[in-house]
T-cell receptor
């Protein structure tokens, strides 16, 4: 059984640029959630996708957007990067939508915005 | 999500039991208690969850008080690899936060040799 994988591991961008982060779900999981974790803080929920549609969203601006593909892999896109977007971005997959199903997290992508 | 309160940090000697408390006094009758942990520079890892009965798995035990206002995660024989931030989470069953896990600051558990 393959776990959740994310790419790239690390990324450096400059303010104003756009970035795409990728996530492959655990086998058999149709739900993907994305979280942002600033240094020294707990992860903050960005949004969840279930069967290619957004299922719930946290307090993040529209420049944070996502996609889920038919094979349930997912992308997180961030436009007009700001310095405060520097963080660890975590992807989690689960068998069912909602927060009540166990979420399995990937290792994260460390984004640095200069 | 129901608010949870955890101590900022705890220490434990290797081989001893680690007991991590969590208060969730506003929990509703149909809300579960989940525990995740995050080892440094890794993604969070699911540990255990429960509704009202005590639960045990290969990683830990979860003791929930009868009034469900607090719980304790027990690592029966802590090892150095259990050093991590432990998060107690009570996710909403639905509503606008559907799908959302709210991570607080958690408890930093340090296991000493």
């Amino acid at each position: 059984e393959t776990g959740v994988t994310q790419s790239p591991t690390h990324l450096i961008k400059t303010r104003g640029q756009q970035v795409t982060l990728r996530c492959s779900s655990q086998s058999g999981h149709n739900t993907v959630s994305w979280y942002q974790q600033a240094l020294g803080q707990g992860p903050q929920f960005i949004f969840q996708y279930y069967r290619e549609e957004e299922n719930g969203r946290g307090n993040f601006p529209p420049r944070f957007s996502g996609l889920q593909f038919p094979n349930y892999s997912s992308e997180l896109n961030v436009n007009a990067l700001e310095l405060d977007d520097s963080a660890l971005y975590l992807c989690a997959s689960s068998l069912q939508r909602g927060a009540l199903d166990t979420q399995y997290f990937g290792p994260g992508t460390r984004l640095t915005v200069l | 999500d129901a608010k949870t309160t955890q101590p900022t940090s705890m220490d434990c000697a290797e081989g001893r039991a680690a007991n991590l408390p969590c208060n969730h006094s506003t929990i509703s009758g149909n809300e579960y208690v989940y525990w995740y942990r995050q080892i440094h520079s890794q993604g969070p890892q699911y540990i255990i969850h429960g509704l009202k009965n005590n639960e045990t798995n290969e990683m830990a035990s979860l003791i929930i008080t009868e009034d469900r206002k607090s719980s304790t995660l027990i690592l029966p024989h802590a090892t150095l690899r259990d050093t991590a931030v432990y998060y107690c989470i009570v996710p909403n069953a639905g509503g606008t936060s559907y799908g959302k896990l709210t991570f607080g600051q958690g408890t930093i558990l340090t296991v000493h040799p």
